[in-house]
């Protein structure tokens, strides 16, 4: 079973920077990609950026495209959210999510807020 343990959110200013982190545990296992959506209130859950786990391919939301960098720690099993430049509208809950197999394995959440 896979665990995933989010930490790294908090409050920051407009323009300000925090990174995410999301560690996994749970045994060896071998992951195919991570990344993480995010859930701004009264919104649906949206995609925010993916990285392969081999390759280190990354892909990103437009929104954050330019501010966001995801990155991995293979040896870890952890991956790692760092948000540059953020908005009032980064506001948000942040899930990572660690695919391995078939399955895709969800975080807690980790709140995620902008002050104007």
């Known amino acids: 079973q896979v665990q995933l343990v989010e930490s790294g959110g908090g409050l920051v200013q407009s323009g300000g920077s925090l990174r995410l982190s999301c560690a996994t545990s749970g045994g060896i296992f071998v992951l195919n990609a991570m990344g993480w959506f995010r859930q701004a209130p009264g919104k649906e859950r949206e995609f925010v950026a993916h990285i392969t786990w081999n390759g280190g391919d990354t892909y990103y939301a437009v929104s954050v495209k330019g501010r966001f960098t995801i990155s991995r720690e293979k040896a870890k099993n952890t991956a790692y959210l760092q948000m540059n430049s953020l908005k009032p509208e980064d506001t948000a809950v942040y899930y990572c999510?660690?695919?391995?197999?078939?399955?895709?394995?969800w975080g807690q959440g980790t709140q995620v807020t902008v002050s104007s």
């Open positions: 999510y660690a695919d391995r197999g078939g399955a895709r394995h």
